[in-house]
């Protein structure tokens, strides 16, 4: 399946020399087109309608009037410059489309046409242009090449933002019926199932059993991994890709222990069974939160006080940004405002509502309620991998850059050895995976693979120069991307870990298999029998 | 005849340029941003943007940290202006202001630094090939509009003085719809038609930068959104 089969882009020196210019390096790389019945599942049409051209221009007028962001980028720019090597993409190919300000311009050169005065009366001194079916295909390839992972919207000094101008330019190619593949077909598929992987509650079922088996065998304890338990105090919003994907159920179970170790009740839902919430990438408001709104029917079905959210980057963007505009998922709404205060009255608002399951640990691990035998993780050295939805689209904790402090916390509350990359590529100017944004799809591997290079570079110094063996993360599609990546760049495969794998690990659970062994209140050969006993 | 044409050109400029501007800012404040997107780390408090909009504006606080070149380059031209433009002050007052005063001796300098900050941009848009792919025709015209506009200024300064008394005349009397007589020295007439035309463009180019900095959702946006219910209001229509 996996098309690109061409070795990886070599390592350069670092700091990065600034790239030879290669134009239209990667014009071929472009996504397979939405089929008409992804489209029309989630509210597009199903194929490029007969007048597109004029359709398409609407929508921009109409986005240009709903989004700021979109009015305010598209006349700002100055072509200044500063973004134009800040693109993990750019980085990666040296296509000079790949520059954030010309990605921008692909969409903007329209925009001046037909919203400005100078596009439509000169538009040769300014580089406007028509919209052709050329444009449209050049918008579909390079919108596709961007991961909408705003490491440029930091550099910028009017903080023009290309994930909204990628946004925008995939909003409109849907909506004249000229969307995505993967995402439309796996928005649709959340939106009828519950999921990204259209797994249906049954087998969920049977699959979390399996998992919360392994971790009994592994501690001798009974800990649940529960499914649509109504009156449970938390909600667990997790990605799909925790229930099948390596390393992710790692993650997963590592959460299970915590939340069992807490001693609190908790469930998963059937009907929300997905954190992830791709309606961002392809920048459309309505299904944003249509797909939030199952989650609040689902906190309001459950009962549950508190929601919780699992390791996901764009997934955590939209529940800490995003669900308490689209959904009420959060605090503070208005006495008036009827529709939020219908989910906001029966949460607690002593706690954070979307609470990320680092901060839960994160909160634990303050408390001195968790103990860790950071031993058990002696074998790994670990670095961080900053997800960029989480580390330049929302916050942990109370502080700004807590999303930087928290999930470190944690991992170093568990781990003994812990290193950080160059600091150049991590925190707020952290790179992206190269996967995210929509491209996690293998009719888009070359462009996975070239993306991923500033991230491998900085991997690559930290494995030479300091021994890393692992690198942690907090993002399924991360998770996914370096799974696939990391043999592509001759890394081990299982370099890539949950950061809850690793909280997991070294996690000495009360009444555990691990705590007897540690504390020798147990005679050694009784190993077997240890859970039983506890109670 | 020179002074009507210049008259009529300055009001034509300054009407284009002031309603030009006031529709290209009521469009931004009125156009909602429906989603909380602050580039984080953001401020969590409305004086913690205040003071991030302040760094942005005031130190170029982003681009410093993306690249020293341009910013020095883009620093010196910009603070050149402001001083400039202050110092221009002085030909629209009467009695001159204090501070105008105050600011008369650095303007002078202020007027190098500009230009110099200037031809350093125009330089890099040329060698820099990333910086020359991206440019267009429009993007070198502005440069050599606003160095022509600063040297031309410098030469009524420092090679061809022109009556700057009777120059400030010419202006106090625009202010009261008096039109009286302008010098007709070539770098006056030059710079004074030069600035008009960067009047009347600036609501409609790039120079739209001025007033989009305060209205960038990215870098105004308080880091709340679990603690507010922040919606627009297209977006609440939907809640229904």
């Known amino acids: 399946m996996a098309a690109y089969q061409a070795p990886p882009p070599e390592f350069r020196e670092l700091p990065d020399v600034p790239n030879k210019l290669e134009p239209d390096a990667t014009a071929h790389l472009s996504p397979f087109v939405a089929k008409p019945e992804h489209q029309t599942d989630i509210g597009f049409p199903g194929e490029l309608v007969d007048n597109w051209e004029e359709k398409a221009i609407d929508k921009m007028g109409e986005l240009l009037g709903k989004y700021r962001s979109f009015q305010v980028y598209m006349d700002s720019c100055v072509k200044c410059g500063s973004c134009t090597d800040k693109c993990h993409y750019f980085q990666g190919t040296s296509d000079p489309k790949n520059m954030p300000v010309a990605r921008q311009d692909l969409l903007r050169s329209v925009y001046r046409r037909h919203f400005t005065f100078a596009g439509k009366y000169f538009p040769k001194l300014v580089g406007a242009r028509d919209l052709t079916r050329e444009v449209l295909d050049e918008w579909h390839s390079y919108f596709h090449q961007c991961s909408q992972c705003r490491r440029c919207s930091v550099f910028c000094p009017y903080g023009i933002d290309t994930a909204e101008v990628s946004m925008a330019a995939r909003e409109i190619m849907d909506s004249v019926g000229h969307g995505q593949k993967y995402c439309n077909e796996i928005l649709g598929k959340l939106q009828k199932v519950g999921n990204n992987l259209g797994l249906p509650g049954k087998a969920l079922k049977a699959t979390l059993a399996e998992f919360a088996e392994e971790i009994e065998d592994d501690t001798g304890l009974p800990v649940k991994i529960p499914l649509d338990v109504e009156g449970a105090d938390i909600l667990l919003i997790t990605p799909s890709a925790d229930f099948f994907a390596e390393p992710h159920i790692d993650g997963l179970m590592g959460y299970a222990k915590v939340f069992h170790e807490a001693g609190v009740s908790w469930t998963l839902s059937s009907y929300a069974s997905e954190a992830a919430n791709f309606s961002m990438f392809i920048g459309s408001y309505s299904n944003l939160k249509t797909v939030a709104e199952r989650i609040r029917k689902a906190a309001l079905d459950l009962g549950v006080k508190r929601i919780v959210v699992g390791e996901c980057g764009h997934a955590w963007r939209v529940a800490y940004s995003f669900w308490n505009t689209t959904a009420g998922i959060g605090s503070g709404a208005a006495e008036d405002d009827e529709f939020a205060q219908a989910l906001q009255k029966q949460l607690d608002h002593n706690y954070p509502i979307p609470q990320h399951i680092c901060e839960f640990t994160y909160d634990l691990v303050q408390e001195g309620k968790l103990r860790f035998n950071k031993e058990e993780n002696d074998w790994r050295t670990i670095t961080f991998h900053d997800s960029c939805n989480v580390a330049r689209g929302s916050r942990m904790g109370s502080w700004a850059g807590g999303q930087f402090d928290i999930p470190r916390a944690i991992i170093k509350a568990a781990a003994n050895n812990f290193v950080e990359m160059d600091p150049a590529t991590i925190k707020e100017v952290t790179y992206c995976c190269g996967g995210g944004g929509g491209l996690l799809t293998d009719d888009l591997m070359e462009i996975r693979v070239k993306g991923a290079l500033p991230r491998m570079e900085a991997l690559n110094e930290v494995v030479e120069e300091q021994g890393v063996t692992h690198l942690a993360a907090i993002c399924a599609i991360c998770k996914a991307q370096f799974a696939k990546i990391l043999p592509i760049y001759k890394f081990p495969m299982d370099m890539i870990t949950s950061t809850h794998q690793i909280v997991g690990d070294a996690l000495v659970m009360t009444g555990s298999i691990q705590e007897k062994e540690l504390d020798g209140t147990d005679d050694e050969s009784d190993e077997e029998t240890a859970g039983s006993e506890e109670s | ?240």
Do not use: C
């Open chain 2, 1 to 240: 005849m020179m002074s009507v044409l210049y008259a009529l050109l300055f009001y034509v400029a300054t009407a284009l340029f002031i309603g030009g501007l006031f529709v290209k800012i009521r469009q931004y404040a009125r156009t909602p941003a429906p989603l909380k997107i602050p580039t984080t780390p953001a401020p969590t408090t409305q004086s913690g943007v205040a003071y991030r909009m302040f760094r942005e504006v005031a130190l170029f606080e982003s681009l410093f940290k993306s690249n020293k070149w341009i910013w020095i380059l883009g620093y010196l031209f910009h603070v050149g202006l402001a001083l400039v433009l202050l110092r221009h002050f002085r030909y629209f007052t009467d009695p001159v202001w204090w501070w105008v005063e105050l600011v008369q001796p650095f303007g002078v300098y202020a007027g190098f630094a500009m230009v110099l900050g200037l031809l350093g941009l125009l330089g890099r848009r040329i060698v820099v090939e990333r910086i020359r792919y991206i440019s267009g025709p429009s993007d070198y015209l502005m440069l050599i509009l606003i160095i022509m506009i600063g040297v031309s200024g410098l030469m009524m300064k420092f090679v061809n003085h022109t009556d700057i008394v009777m120059v400030k005349q010419f202006m106090l009397g625009l202010m009261v719809f008096d039109i009286r007589e302008l010098p007709t020295d070539g770098p006056l007439l030059i710079h004074l038609a030069l600035v008009a035309v960067l009047m009347i463009i600036f609501p409609i180019s790039k120079l739209l930068h001025a007033p989009g900095v305060f209205f960038s959702p990215t870098r105004n946006q308080v880091d709340n959104p679990r603690e507010r219910r922040h919606i627009a209001p297209w977006a609440n229509e939907l809640d229904k």
